[in-house]
């Protein structure tokens, strides 16, 4: 009883809870910059570590340090937990996913109408520390990110629950362990819902050509313009992880998740799958220019909704 | 002001404006519907300074009004001594000030289009364009010896002369430059995300941009051809044939448009120029004396027609020296184009003009009451200002 409490802490507290996630998201923020860095042909992070490796760190600590500022007009008691709740969040969300084996840490049927839930919190939790701030630039940039999630969370949400139709089950690990055992991966089932939920992910990611309610050239830095310190070092944090929850998802629903293969263990290959998928994000994301947020609007409602609708359709034919 | 908008301020810092200038945008949700501009925040006296340097002394001034357009202002300036000396420069001379002056035209263009590609997001193009420049930076290095601020243009000639290797490596060099350009336009033509934040953005019609006086790639850009090169033939330009590029679009696509061709453009005119070089001097020596006289020179700098007023009265050093940046004859064309538009349009369309702020400074107090406008020195609005915080 004791060891099994015990065990349970240290799968929290280091592996794969906290510890390893933080880890992973630094790694994973270091992967995107150096490769979205060496297909613009430049350097990217090289000073601190081997290669630049340890430079997400290097910046979280810095951020730690700096002065922390709350603007006279914002508003105290948001102001405070936009960030926390910011970082909190998809760190919640990273442990219904199965990573280290074919089962979550937390797993029960219906975890994926939770994860549901904690994006579009994400989203609010944008709206209200933009909207809450107390400047133009944060106000603009969080109403476009409310209006923003007006375009992409139909043809996320079906996107997202399509793959539970030929597992029949509403729980993540269970969908990745039928797609793992049937070898029927989402992205070859269903190839125009994998694309659906990548294009919904850089709008909910805030990746170009999506970024924009944080459009530099436009609105300075947008809803975070505002935080400083410790809570934009959270907001930094809180959207690595966002990164990693977000192509953990892809590997989950779509590649079959922690799968093992011969003497391979689950995390590697579904490691591997992970950085796949954040990798086509960073590649997606040096493709394109910005778009505005009217053509945003349109754009997902006259095409990723209807291509996600066609995609439910087919399945529920075939199944 | 009704309680409906919301005022945007953009600038004097921030981070879609190089340098700083304030715009005051009046916002009904995304859409922009009146513009206040307040320029004059890196005034710099250059002017007044020129008065008190020699001729000169003023060249290396002028030069310094500008680090993009930098060729641009000398010739200008040396084109109106010469004028007020009445001194021809040698044939040579002017064949190499027009290779530097479009080897020159190319780097701005270049720089332009990264940051134009940078305005709407597109941050790919920007490290790819820039990182292509550097092959006209270093032409204009082994050209001049520098890599901005080519001090070529001396009075009665230009500095240094050009042989047979560094012609062979700006062939060179062009040959690059022509593909890559070439490659960026296609792309740009095609890509469905810079088109979508381009087209019919910032329109500025044709009898707008003659109203409001706009000039260079701005106006060209809205089919008006004027262009001083062809208008009013300087330097080597009248014994060079070259198009004048004119786009109809009136928008920010046609305004890449413009200046990705024009880029191509000046490349046929560096080759042309180097083909038909005459051998010779490359100065002729003047005197640093001269006689009263007035004069009135035109450029065109690569953002558009350039202006110098030199008044000379017997002595070495000028009497008045008035310059007129294009940058500051777009203004009002510019406040024409935002209007209207989204507050996410609002970087492209001001990078659309290719502003260059820091060249425009001048302190002018135009008095609305009394109906006139008078420059004034330092003196004045040290005075100025001590007298108004007394009052306020």
Redesign the interface.
Known sequence: MVSETLNLILQLLIYPGFLFIFCLAFFSEWIMRKFVAR????MGPTYTGYGGVLQPIADFIKLLGKEDIIPALADRPFFTFTPLLYLALPLTAIFILPMASQSALISFEGDLIFLEFIFTMLTMMVFLGGFLSGS??SM?GGVRAAIQLLGYEIPFLIALFSPSIPASSLSISKISAWQAQNNAWGLWTQPIGFSVLVICLLAELEL??F??PE??????AGWNVEFTGRRLALIRLGKDVEVVLASAILADLYLGGPQQVWIIPPIIIFLAKMFACLLLLGYLK??????????VLSGMWKYVVPAAMIQLIILKLIW | MSGST????IGPQ???LKEPERFILETEG?YVVDVKVRIGYIHRGIEKAMENRTYLQGLYLSERVCGICSDAHTTCYVQGVEELLGVEPPPRSRFIRVVVAELERIHSHLLWLGVA?????????F??VW?DREVVMDLLELVSGNRVNYATNTIGGVRRDLNDERIQKIVKGLKILEERTKEYLKMIEK?Q??L??TTNVGILSKSDAIKYGAVGPTTRASGVKRDVRADDPYAAYDEIPFNVIVEDGCDCLARIMVRGKEVLESINIIREALKRMPSGEIRVRVKPRIPPAEALSRVEAPRGELLYYIRSNGTDKPERCKIRTPTLANIPALCKMLVGG??????IVLAGIDPCFACMDRVLIVDREKKRADVWTLDMLRRYGREWYQRH
């Open positions: 297909i613009q042909s430049r133009i630039f603009v170009l050509p970024d924009i459009a530099e050239t436009e609105i300075v040096t493709l394109f220019a910005r778009f505005r947020i009217d053509q | 919301i005022r945007v301020i921030h981070p879609a995304e590609a940078h305005e709407i997001g597109f941050d790919t193009l490290m790819y990182r890509e995300t810079v979508k934040r989204y507050i996410a349009d609002v970087p």
